[in-house]
């Protein structure tokens, strides 16, 4: 079984443009989560979609980020215009059920993101 | 609130060694879930185990072994025999329902093991 992907791995780019990032999830996961993971940091959840709905984005920084999930598969996360702080890993993780609480999370290899 | 606390922040040792990586957790809930993942230089975060806070057995696999003591919010792990291969950064993590029923999964800060041979 495939395990969740993600593109690109690695991206650099300047400060004020544009990035994106792609996630497709493990295939029949209704739940898709991305995180983000700050240099020495554990992973912290940015939004969390179950099929095609965001049901928690309340730590989504709304004025620079946007995500979608439009046929409860694929997602796109993205940031405009990036800011030096942006520089992280941003992983995708899905789990087969909305249970957040006991599902198991599998996590993609991430994008490594630096802004300069 | 919920929280992880991996006190530890780096660990070296020498292959074939035993390690222990600490993490105690905070919750108010009686039911919770916990976890550990492995976070290797490739970056991908791979999951171990998964334990309920009904479940206080420990568990083995392998050279990998878990302690979860409720009495100590505690959950554990320790690698026996050290290998190379084991030298990544490991997350411990909980789930539970959170305030109003609010699921999220709180990830510790990581603990970067390096396996020297």
């Known amino acids: 079984e495939a395990g969740v992907v993600q593109s690109p791995r690695y991206k650099i780019i300047e400060k004020k443009q544009p990035v994106a990032f792609w996630c497709n999830p493990i295939s029949g996961h209704n739940t898709l989560y991305w995180y983000r993971q700050n240099l020495g940091q554990g992973p912290e959840l940015l939004i969390r979609y179950e099929n095609e709905e965001a049901v928690d984005d309340s730590q989504l920084p709304k004025d620079r980020f946007s995500a979608e999930r439009l046929k409860g598969v694929d997602s796109t996360l993205k940031i405009q215009p990036a800011e030096l702080g942006d520089s992280a890993v941003y992983l995708c993780?899905?789990?087969?059920?909305?249970?957040?609480?006991?599902?198991?999370?599998?996590f993609g290899p991430g994008t490594r993101l630096l802004v300069l | 609130a919920q929280k992880v606390t991996q006190a530890q922040t780096e660990i070296s040792v020498v292959e074939k060694e035993d390690v222990t990586l600490d993490c105690v957790y905070e919750t108010r809930d009686t039911t919770y879930y916990l976890f550990w993942y492995k976070q290797p230089p490739s970056g991908e975060l791979v999951f171990l185990i998964r334990?309920?806070?009904?479940?206080?057995q420990n568990e083995i696999s392998g050279r990998y072994s878990w302690n979860f003591q409720k009495s100590t919010s505690s959950f554990n792990f320790t690698i026996t025999a050290s290998q190379v291969v084991d030298s990544a950064v490991y997350f411990c993590?909980?789930?539970?329902?959170?305030?109003?029923?609010?699921?999220?999964?709180?990830f510790g800060k990581g603990m970067k093991l390096t396996v020297n041979p």
């Open positions: 993590a909980l789930s539970d329902l959170g305030a109003g029923g609010s699921e999220k999964l709180v």
């Open positions: 993780a899905s789990s087969p059920t909305e249970s957040v609480f006991r599902e198991t999370q599998y």
């Open positions: 334990r309920n806070s009904f479940d206080e």
